[in-house]
């Protein structure tokens, strides 16, 4: 296996361009203040971006998938706590492929 440069030349160009976008914005913010609704909306935007991802992912599953992420959600809502809730989705999907779903 051979290295190449224009191939590693490509990927540092990459890299420097990601930590660059990623770098602007917080400069940005530190340097601009950010009214209110702004604020706000960047504090509470990836709650609603989850919930999106979540819901595509299951409009693309069997009823099974849909009832264990169902379960999964109601062990956060109950005991509010990320480890519970992925061993109940996981158990329940178990279970329910277990039963033949």
Same mark, same amino acid.
């Given at each position: 296996?051979?290295? +190449? ?22 400069? %940005?913010?530190?340097? %601009? ?7 706000? *909306? *960047? ?12 819901? /595509?992912? *299951?409009? +693309?599953?069997? /009823?099974?998938?849909? /009832? ?5 959600? /109601?062990?956060?809502? +109950?005991? +509010?706590? *990320?480890?519970?809730?992925? %061993? ?14």
């Amino acid at each position: 296996m051979t290295l +190449r440069w224009d191939v590693t030349l490509a990927i540092l160009a990459m890299a420097a361009v990601t930590y660059l976008c990623r770098a602007g914005g917080y400069a %940005v913010l530190r340097a %601009v203040r950010t009214p209110p609704f702004v604020d706000a *909306l *960047l504090r509470n935007l990836p709650a609603p971006l989850f919930a999106a991802y979540v819901a /595509l992912a *299951l409009s +693309r599953q069997d /009823l099974s998938a849909v /009832l264990a992420a169902i379960a999964c959600g /109601l062990a956060q809502a +109950r005991w +509010r706590n *990320l480890g519970v809730s992925i %061993v109940a989705g996981v158990g329940a999907m178990a279970a329910l492929r277990w039963a033949g779903m």
